[in-house]
């Protein structure tokens, strides 16, 4: 028998959840994608990526946080990709009609704090205007961790992948690898960096002008990025690396308050 506190939300009674205390304490949210991730990965990856990482954090929290992790939402924005068969994607409208409607049920519950944990970088826009919206409409403290969480790389890499790799390339490549290795093809891994047009100053993706850009528009296959050098060790130092770094943020917002005010 274990006195660990319960985590995932989802495994408790309707009893308990009423019974908790809610007054600290966060819920959490991942949302993944069904989305290519190029010849060599699985569809699922974003999704595995976001509830493997959370799943890596949540033991390391100390007993008397209190977070509790709900189902991941498998489904994300990601029509960036439609272009490669398998991509399942929602509209912003649906993805942002599922958050409010869940976020109403957090807040009914009485709970006070929700955290969308994001797998996805195509989520983004969407959960950062939905958790704005959320907080007005229900007063919930609403919080957006991004996967740039896990993907602080604690080994060398190489310049291009550093600026361009960002998509099923050398860290996603290895963390799949180093959680469910079957899942992987890598006599099918390619390298492809985008050649963007050069302007002087830095566009197009993460630049000060971004571009709506498709996957399909800078990449074949749809690689950005060297997934030929990952491996599963840079995958599993991946997640020794930013496990407790996620663990540390979800403990900061269990007991966050607006305005700073003391507990
Ligand atoms: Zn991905």
Redesign the pocket.
């Known amino acids: 028998m274990t006195t660990s506190p319960i985590r995932h939300l989802a495994h408790l009674t309707w009893t308990d959840i009423q019974a908790l205390d809610k007054h600290v304490g966060v819920v959490i949210l991942p949302v993944g994608a069904i989305e290519q991730?190029g010849p060599h990965l699985p569809t699922l990856?974003?999704t595995l990526?976001v509830t493997h990482m959370l799943e890596a954090a949540l033991p390391l929290l100390p007993d008397h946080v209190q977070a509790w992790a709900l189902p991941p939402l498998n489904y994300g924005k990601s029509n960036e990709h439609t272009n490669f068969p398998g991509t399942m994607s929602l509209s912003a409208q649906t993805l942002t009609a599922v958050l409010h409607d869940i976020a109403a049920s957090v807040h009914r519950a009485g709970f006070r704090r929700l955290a969308f944990m994001n797998g996805?970088g195509g989520n983004t826009a969407v959960l950062e205007a939905a958790a704005r919206d959320i907080r007005l409409a229900t007063g919930l403290m609403c919080f957006c961790l991004q996967a740039g969480l896990y993907m602080e790389a604690p080994f060398d890499m190489t310049e291009d992948e550093k600026k361009l790799g960002f998509?099923?390339g050398e860290l996603?490549t290895s963390l799949v690898l180093a959680i469910d290795p079957n899942l992987v093809h890598m006599e099918r891994a390619v390298k492809h960096f985008a050649h963007y047009p050069e302007t002087g100053t830095r566009l197009f993706y993460f630049g000060a002008a971004s571009t709506a850009w498709l996957a399909d528009d800078w990449s074949p296959h749809g690689v950005f990025g060297d997934a030929t050098i990952a491996t599963a060790e840079k995958g599993h130092a991946l997640i020794e690396n930013c496990a407790p770094k996620i663990a540390a943020v979800i403990q900061a917002i269990s007991t966050f308050e607006v305005g700073g005010k003391a507990e």
Do not use: I
Request: proline share 0%; charged share 25%.
């Open positions: 991730h990856t974003d990526l996805h998509h099923a996603e």
